[in-house]
């Protein structure tokens, strides 16, 4: 009995995680862990939009951090830039992936450290698509580096505003 019901959990956990009913579907969101004290960490995941041009507009998760930006990050010489991006652009049958040294969605000023193994919920705001709601799960950091770009942490960091 207790196998089914594991068996059963886990089958709705794995749904809960692609998020989206309609044209526009979440897939593999996940946060790192962050270190003690860390007053900023990331979200990364992939939209699969299967219908018309939609606009990611927003995200947030209120009980996790005071802010969310939509950010991209920019290699500028030896120098790696993160800016904010007003919306991002959701072409119709494309698929647009937020990933470590690219697209990401910025948890500012957490409340708590991000610790592997648990998981909070994400809401994303879309022009047309409307509320998606997702359960992002926290993985290790070393899970994370593995799926950063070679450049993405060589040179120096700035963070801010164009």
């Known amino acids: ?3 089914f019901l594991f068996s059963l959990l886990f089958t709705c956990s794995a749904l809960a995680l692609a998020a989206g009913s309609g044209a526009i579907q979440i897939a593999k969101p996940q946060a ?3 270190p003690p004290g860390a007053k900023t960490g990331a979200v990364y995941f ?6 018309e041009l939609d606009r990611l507009l927003s995200a947030e998760a209120k009980d996790i951090a005071g802010s969310i930006e939509l950010h991209t990050t920019l290699l500028e010489g030896t120098l790696m830039k993160m800016r904010q991006v007003e919306a991002v652009d959701l072409a119709a049958g494309e698929t647009i992936s937020f990933k470590p040294g690219g697209l990401h969605v910025m948890l500012i000023d957490l409340k708590q ?3 592997a193994g648990q998981s909070f919920p994400l809401t994303l705001h879309l022009e047309k698509a409307g509320v998606l709601q997702v359960t992002v799960p926290v ?5 994370m580096m593995d799926a950063m770009p070679p ?3 060589q040179g120096h960091a700035e963070h801010g505003k164009p």
């Open 1 to 3: 009995m207790k196998s």
């Open 151 to 153: 450049h993405h942490g």
């Open 113 to 115: 450290p991000l610790q």
């Open 32 to 34: 790192a862990e962050t």
């Open 139 to 143: 993985v290790k950091r070393a899970a």
């Open 46 to 51: 992939d939209v699969v939009n299967s219908g």
